[in-house]
């Protein structure tokens, strides 16, 4: 970790550790990381199954919220790399989104109707594991004003990271009850996929409709299917004419909107 003012981390991690369990943390985690890194939004979601991500704390003051946090926790959110990862028990550590995103997650509808309408341009999150069954992601962003995060910053979030998740996970233990939560179905957005179409569609087309929704092309499907890409283009010719749609957009349209039921 790149740290050119160590006596300034010492004091920020002193009042961290001093601030766990407290409704002053968030600030000091917020002032500790602000040392070794640049960066716009601070956000700590936590997620298990098909519950409603926790919305632990974040850092945004103003109505730009309504967008990077309450649009998503209605729905989008299932269709995020971070909570794929967060979902994933063997997943924790840092990542980034540009590196966990699926091939074509940058023209997917949920990258043009909720990510890219939040002003953010890069994001990078620490994956933490404050209990065996559900993951936290600590991430922080940077704006379309400001350049991606690059290999320095990133060498600073591993740096800090050994430091920072315990600092987390030991707070969220201690203070936090809302991630008691029913055990959670096997896939998420299969579940909701099921029950939005009612039995109009096979297993397999539910699978290849949630991995259109997450991003990935008809090659990339056909790559995780272990299946050739005709076979998906047919599918998913299948897909839309039962469903009575046309469009990637409409697609996602219909899977927001039963969210929302």
């Not at 956000?43 to 199954?49: L, N, Q």
Request: proline residues 6%; aromatic residues 8%.
């Amino acid at each position: 970790m790149l740290i050119s003012n160590f006596a300034a981390w010492n004091g920020a991690l002193a009042e961290a550790m001093a601030a766990v369990g407290t409704p002053e943390f968030p600030d000091r985690l917020e002032d500790l990381l602000r040392i070794v890194l640049d960066f716009d939004i601070l956000m700590v979601f936590g997620y298990r199954g098909v519950g409603r991500p926790i919305v632990h704390f974040h850092n945004i003051r103003d109505l730009r919220a309504g967008t990077v946090i309450d649009a998503y926790v209605a729905g989008p959110y299932l269709l995020d790399p971070f909570y794929a990862a967060a979902t994933s028990p063997g997943v924790e550590g840092v990542r980034r989104l540009r590196d966990m995103a699926p091939d074509q997650f940058y023209s997917s509808e949920y990258f043009r109707q909720h990510y890219a309408l939040t002003g953010i341009r890069d994001e990078v999150g620490i994956i933490c594991r404050p209990a065996q069954d559900h993951g936290v992601v600590l991430s922080f962003t940077r704006p379309f004003s400001a350049p991606a995060f690059g290999q320095r910053d990133l060498r600073s979030v591993h740096g800090a990271a050994p430091v920072v998740r315990p600092l987390l996970e030991n707070h969220l233990n201690r203070a936090a009850t809302a991630m008691r939560l029913d055990q959670p179905p096997a896939d998420a957005i299969n579940l909701t996929l099921t029950r939005m179409t009612d039995g109009l569609l096979t297993p397999r087309e539910i699978e290849i409709t949630s991995l259109i929704l997450r991003g990935h092309s008809t090659m990339s499907i056909a790559e995780q299917l272990g299946i050739v890409e005709g076979t998906v283009k047919i599918h998913r010719k299948n897909i839309y004419h039962k469903l009575g749609i046309s469009s990637q957009a409409e697609l996602f349209g219909t899977f927001i909107r039963q969210l929302s039921l």
